[in-house]
Nanobody, 127 residues
Framework: QVRLVESGGGLVQAGGSLRLSCAAS????????MGWFRQAPGQEREFVAA?????????DYTDSVKGRFTISRDTAKNTVDLQMNSLKPEDTAVYYC???????????????????WGQGTQVTVSS
């Protein structure tokens, strides 16, 4: 099992930036991917971004954040960050960090493939 702790959420005006960080501990070297998901009130939890492979060989983003968000990993610090620029009110949600073990057949966008989750951090973008 992997323990995940998010930080960096807050309130920002539209067009502003925030950086979320996820500190991971435990068997992180076995993970096949790390992801960020978000959940707005009354909505399903949705995929935002993922970094695949322990060294971060590949990244994936949902269309609505491409060009604005960047996911990155620091293997020395065991952290996964989400840099969010040009934020929009529709980005308002609770953001969750998640860890994906190896051997999953579903895509990295499917939250069912992740077995460890952080507690979430609130991001609020005002118009």
């Amino acid at each position: 099992q992997v323990r995940l702790v998010e930080s960096g959420g807050g309130l920002v005006q539209a067009g502003g930036s925030l950086r979320l960080s996820c500190a991971a501990s435990g068997r992180t070297f076995t993970l096949s991917a790390m992801g960020w998901f978000r959940q707005a009130p009354g909505q399903e939890r949705e995929f935002v971004a993922a970094i695949i492979g322990w060294s971060g060989e590949r990244t994936d983003y949902t269309d609505s954040v491409k060009g604005r968000f960047t996911i990155s990993r620091d293997t020395a610090k065991n952290t996964v960050d989400l840099q969010m620029n040009s934020l929009k009110p529709e980005d308002t949600a609770v953001y969750y960090c998640a860890a994906r073990p190896p051997g999953q057949i579903m895509t990295t966008r499917d939250r069912a493939g992740y077995d460890s989750w952080g507690q979430g951090t609130q991001v609020t973008v005002s118009s």
